[in-house]
């Protein structure tokens, strides 16, 4: 009976170490899997920047080449989308960011009839589909009949949905901020103005600078909205479309790159920026 207890305690055993093995490394596994699953077409999009197609459509490796990066611009017409594309992103989350900080003060600070509704018209663009929300627009266009279809009536429309974003980044920085500190520079001698450059503003800047930096990559990537509204202008993700349907240029690859290098890389600045400041302040 004793030679039998043994291995089937070893198989206890082992089955035991297996199950504990298999539950500390699970979520490890998961997480590696969701971000691999995430990170994969990016990863393609990267890859496929330096193949070397025979072809107009950029679907198959063929070999490796510079000249995708160093011809970026080679392609006609993409200079001219990427520029606007940029104009429009930049001026849109500007505006956006410093109407949506005024908005978010507004609502978060002071109690006014409508406060209630003003917040849920606040979040309506943020649900509301992006095609509902496009041929809303494209109709409003239509009866302004001074305002021509172009780079105004796109970057109106960024502004009014990129607000939205804005208003809920900074409104979630407002609402665990502490007044006690603006009393206590107010006693000290300070009055509104100096109160808000010097105490609230540095401390609602992270939140200000997400705002924006989410803004941007709404506005940069939008297509639903655009097309309804940009007449004969055409933007960069207007392009890719366009593009797309005859070919697929590796030029297109090389901005996509481009575009996710310099997020990343402005992502990792304001987290060591933080980091520092956090190190300082300690």
């Not at 039998?4 to 899997?33: D, E, G, N």
């Not at 699953?37 to 990016?42: D, F, S, T």
């Not at 849109?92 to 002071?110: E, F, K, N």
Request: with cysteine.
């Amino acid at each position: 009976m004793s030679s039998i207890a043994v291995p089937v305690r070893r198989q206890r055993s082992a089955l035991a170490k297996t199950l504990a093995f298999v539950r500390y490394h699970v979520l490890t596994v998961y997480s590696l899997l969701f971000f691999a699953y995430l990170l994969l077409p990016i990863a393609i999009v990267v890859v496929f920047s330096f193949n070397h197609p025979t072809g107009k459509f950029n679907y198959i490796w063929q070999g490796f080449t510079w000249n995708n990066w160093l011809n970026w611009d080679g392609v006609p017409g993409i200079r001219s989308a990427i520029i606007l594309s940029l104009e429009i992103a930049l001026i849109a989350s500007l505006v956006a960011t410093a109407l949506g900080t005024l908005i978010a003060l507004a609502l978060v600070r002071y109690g006014f009839r409508g406060r209630a509704t003003t917040n849920m018209l606040i979040f309506l663009p943020l649900s509301t589909p992006e095609i509902v929300l496009g041929a809303s627009l494209l109709t409003l266009f239509l009866n302004v009949t001074w305002l021509p279809f172009g780079f105004w009536t796109i970057l109106i429309a960024h502004i009014m949905f990129c607000i939205s974003f804005a208003v809920v980044t900074v409104k979630a920085r407002l609402v665990g901020f502490d007044r006690h500190l603006e009393e206590a520079a107010m006693d000290l001698g300070a009055n509104e103005w100096v109160t808000f450059r010097k105490v609230t503003m540095p401390l609602i800047a992270p939140a200000i600078l997400a705002a924006l930096l989410l803004c941007f990559a709404i506005s940069i990537d939008d297509f639903v909205v655009t097309y309804f509204n940009s007449g004969s202008r055409v933007t960069f993700p207007l392009f890719v479309w366009g593009a797309a349907r005859i070919g697929a240029p590796p030029q297109v690859n090389v901005i996509g790159t481009a575009i996710f290098v310099i997020a990343v890389a402005g992502m990792l600045g304001s987290m060591l920026l933080q980091m520092r400041r956090g190190k300082g302040a300690t």
